[in-house]
């Protein structure tokens, strides 16, 4: 018990009193939801200062906002005169948003009211690379420029040796680090550091004790901690205080292919399933076919598991927060990368939510998720009987290891899709959003090759879509050629990767979807590609 025993010291002694201004208000407080119903949805506008005409048509802004159900990624482009606008979908203060201008600069901006980022393209280019958070030719402005001039600022101060800290959770030597900047940059603003620096360590505690009950005392200290900003730091704080009472072993949710057979609306195959385990459930040693029919069961399991793993959590975030609170952490429950499971996750949590602005956010996502659906089986159902790839132009390349390479620019996703069903008539999808930079993604690929090699066979056709944001092409071809990947390529710009993202719900790289042989989008059935063994799960999923 040595490491919690370290853990509790640790929050006996650096923990300290928050001391924002008087009137600031958190989104629990009860209050919050009056001054949610005034708020103005932050405006975060700029300017990019000496670009050309062909600079503003190639430049994508590429942002990433912290949301309270998880992070959402969109694009923005630049008007004739190199200005532009970011959008935000709510009226909630301080939030947090990853921005990539092209290849000329990243940052994190908060937006609280209204902010103007106004960066110098000569000034940027002669930097040689891409600028990171705060540079000579960069200015915040606007009523939220001094917090942003501050909060970026503080990004670059000491900021290896704060990352190696934070991961060893070496709180005294943060909080060092914390003071000398404060006393050294003095601000109003102060006092979100040390909220957010509390938000960070309070997650990783209740991750350092996610399968072992904490102290009543340490777990009361940890709930009484409020976050005042939407960051990455603020949202893992609840992502990972529920994650603590999800992998308590008391708390773990379980399904077995039993939980299916007391279903009432169990299909003919499933019925046979079920009486083959049956049948072979006393056998020792088991049969090796048992657990491939419990994998047939896999989607019936995964929704019961879905649908009781919410229920369980509504139960016990009522139990133990307050109201909002609890209504913040069940938006959180709906995490699922599946479209059509959002959906129907959003359908259980709806009814229990009692705030009042959580549950706009709550309806007005529910909506959005079912246009998403609706959206994805129009693009689907608009395409034409032709099984041709026309539509996509002439390739760039077709390699002898059976990659076909295509480079798509200004397309919808729409269009995309019903064109993609247009060219494989009578064959099946397996779609692969990736990026070059992007570990897991490329982790996968080897597996991929496999399955396209072993199923050569079936009426089945793999596509993958790299994105462009953070690469270009001739890494693309080069990565392909490296991996010798056969299939459909596509490398596609910003836009049409992050529309792709929006109809799919891919929170980030990789994403997966699955399109039958009548073209028919079927949500939820490959999460990880890794989790198809081979050619038999892939004849599986065309029955």
Request: a neutral charge; glycine letters at 6%; charged letters at 20%.
């Amino acid at each position: 018990m040595k490491a919690y025993s370290t853990v509790w010291f640790l929050l006996t002694t650096i923990s300290v009193g928050l001391a924002q201004p008087v009137g600031v208000v958190a989104i629990e407080d009860p209050q919050f939801d009056a001054q949610f119903a005034q708020r103005t949805i932050p405006q975060v506008t700029g300017k990019l200062l000496h670009v050309n005409p062909q600079e503003i048509r190639e430049t994508t802004i590429t942002y990433t906002l912290v949301t309270l159900l998880g992070q959402k990624t969109k694009t923005a482009h630049l008007a004739a005169d190199g200005s532009f606008q970011l959008e935000l979908d709510y009226p909630l203060p301080y939030q947090q948003i990853w921005v990539h201008f092209g290849e000329l600069f990243y940052t994190g901006l908060y937006a609280n009211k209204q902010l103007y980022v106004e960066l110098d393209v000569l000034k940027l280019k002669a930097a040689g690379k891409q600028v990171l958070f705060r540079t000579d030719g960069v200015r915040y402005l606007g009523e939220d420029g001094p917090l942003n001039e501050y909060m970026n600022e503080y990004m670059l101060f000491k900021r290896a040796e704060r990352l190696a800290l934070s991961s060893r959770m070496q709180q005294d030597s943060l909080k060092t680090i914390q003071a000398e900047f404060v006393a050294t940059h003095p601000s109003p603003y102060g006092w979100l550091l040390e909220n957010e620096r509390l938000s960070e360590f309070y997650s990783q505690v209740c991750l350092h004790y996610r399968e072992h009950p904490m102290e009543p005392a340490l777990f009361d200290q940890i709930k009484a901690h409020k976050s005042y900003l939407r960051s990455n730091s603020s949202m893992v704080f609840y992502l990972y205080l529920g994650y603590y009472f999800r992998h308590l072993t008391a708390n773990r949710v379980r399904v077995s292919w039993q939980d299916v057979a007391r279903l009432s609306d169990l299909t003919a195959e499933e019925k046979a399933v079920l009486d083959s385990l049956r049948s072979t459930e006393t056998l020792s040693p088991a049969p090796a076919h048992r657990a491939q029919w419990t994998n047939q069961l896999g989607p019936r399991m995964g929704k019961m598991y879905q649908n009781r793993r919410i229920a369980q959590g509504i139960r016990w975030l009522d139990s133990l927060y307050s109201p909002a609170r609890a209504d913040i952490m069940k938006l959180q429950l709906n995490d699922s990368k599946d479209i059509a499971e959002q959906k129907a996750a959003l359908e259980q949590i709806l009814p229990s939510i009692s705030t009042g602005w959580c549950k706009v956010i709550a309806q007005k996502e529910y909506a959005r998720s079912v246009e998403q659906v609706a959206s994805v089986n129009r693009a689907l159902a608009a395409s034409g009987d032709s099984p041709t790839a026309a539509g996509f132009g002439s390739p760039l390349q077709q390699t002898d290891f059976g990659a076909t390479l295509y480079k798509l620019s200004s397309m919808s996703g729409a269009d995309f899709l019903a064109k993609l069903k247009q060219s494989f008539v009578g064959k099946a999808i397996v779609l692969d959003r990736w990026a070059t930079w992007c570990a897991p993604c490329l982790q996968e690929m080897p597996h991929s090759k496999k399955l396209q090699q072993d199923a050569k066979e079936l009426p089945i056709v793999f596509v993958y879509v790299c994105t462009a944001q953070g690469s270009d092409e001739g890494r693309w071809k080069r990565k392909i050629a490296e991996l010798e990947l056969p299939g459909i390529h596509f490398f596609v710009d910003e836009a049409l990767d992050a529309k792709l993202g929006q109809l799919f719900s891919f929170s980030g790289y990789p994403g997966y979807a699955f399109i039958d042989q009548k073209g028919v989008y079927k949500p939820g059935v490959i999460t990880w590609l890794l989790a198809i063994k081979d050619k038999n799960d892939l004849a599986a999923l065309l029955k």
